[in-house]
C-alpha cells in the first residue's frame, strides 16, 4: 500500500475514533462519574484525556511507514 493511502485511511480513522472516543467519554463524564469522590474524578479525566494517546499514536506510526520495494511503481 502506497504511503498517500495509507495516510487517507489513517486520518479517516483517526478522525472516526477521536469523535467516538470524545462521545464515550463525555457520556461517561456526564453519567456515575459526577457523583464519584473529586479524587476519582481527577484520576478519569487524566487517563481518559491521555489514553487516546496510546492507539493514535500507533495509527500514525503505520501511517508513516515508507513504502516498500515493488517492480509496480511507476517512474
Known amino acids: 500500500m502506497q504511503a498517500r493511502t495509507r495516510k487517507l485511511i489513517g486520518t479517516i ?3 472516526v475514533f477521536l469523535v467516538v472516543y ?3 467519554v ?3 463524564s456526564a453519567g ?3 457523583l464519584a ?3 476519582a ?3 478519569f479525566f487524566v ?3 491521555l489514553l487516546w494517546v496510546i492507539p493514535a499514536g500507533l495509527l500514525i506510526g503505520w501511517m508513516q511507514r515508507p513504502d516498500g520495494p ?3 511503481k511507476r517512474r
Open 13 to 15: 480513522v483517526l478522525l
Open 37 to 39: 469522590p473529586p479524587w
Open 26 to 28: 463525555a457520556a461517561i
Open 70 to 72: 515493488t517492480s509496480l
Open 32 to 34: 456515575r462519574i459526577t
Open 47 to 49: 487517563v481518559a484525556g
Open 22 to 24: 470524545a462521545g464515550a
Open 41 to 43: 474524578q481527577l484520576a
